[in-house]
C-alpha cells in the first residue's frame, strides 16, 4: 500500500523534500560570518557605539554606489590591509556586499584579522536601498 502511494505520488514528494529543503537552507547558509544584523540594527550601531562599515565589494562596485561613510575593502585586499584594519578593533564592524552573501566570508576573515565585535548586514547594499537609507556615489 505505502508502496503504491509513494510510486503514484514520486513527483509531489520530490516537489515536498526539496521544498523543505529551500526552507531550511538559510539557517545553514547564515552560519558563515556570524552574527547577522538588519539595517535597523545597524544604524542603531552606527549610532550609538560608532560602528564602521566596511564594503567588500571590487572598487567598481563600490563606485557605482555604497553605504554613506562606509570604508571599501575588497575582500581580496584584506590581509594586505591588516594594518589599516588594526584601527577598527575596538569598534563594532558592520560588512556589507550587494546582497549579504559574499560577506559572511569576509566577516571570518576579520575575525581572524582580530577584530572582535562583527557583524553581517543582512541584505547588504540592496536591503540598505530598500529601507531608503543613505546611499553615496
Not at 51 to 57: E, G, H, L, M, P
Request: aromatic share 6%; net charge positive.
Amino acid at each position: 500500500m505505502i508502496e503504491k502511494f509513494v510510486i503514484d505520488n514520486w513527483p509531489l514528494i520530490a516537489v515536498a523534500v526539496v521544498s523543505g529543503l529551500m526552507l531550511v537552507w538559510p539557517l545553514f547558509a547564515g552560519a558563515r560570518g556570524g552574527a547577522r544584523v538588519s539595517t535597523l540594527q545597524a544604524t542603531q550601531l552606527i549610532n550609538q557605539k560608532d560602528a564602521v562599515i566596511i564594503d567588500i565589494r571590487e572598487q567598481v562596485e563600490y563606485s557605482r554606489g555604497h553605504i554613506s561613510n562606509a570604508k571599501s575593502f575588497p575582500a581580496k585586499l584584506l590581509d594586505e590591509r591588516r594594518t589599516e584594519i588594526e584601527k577598527f578593533k575596538g569598534l563594532p564592524v558592520i560588512v556589507s556586499c550587494d546582497t549579504g552573501q559574499r560577506a559572511g566570508a569576509a566577516a571570518d576573515k576579520l575575525r581572524a584579522l582580530g577584530v572582535g565585535e562583527v557583524y553581517v548586514l543582512t541584505g547588504g547594499l540592496n536591503a540598505w536601498r530598500d529601507a531608503g537609507l543613505p546611499v553615496s556615489k
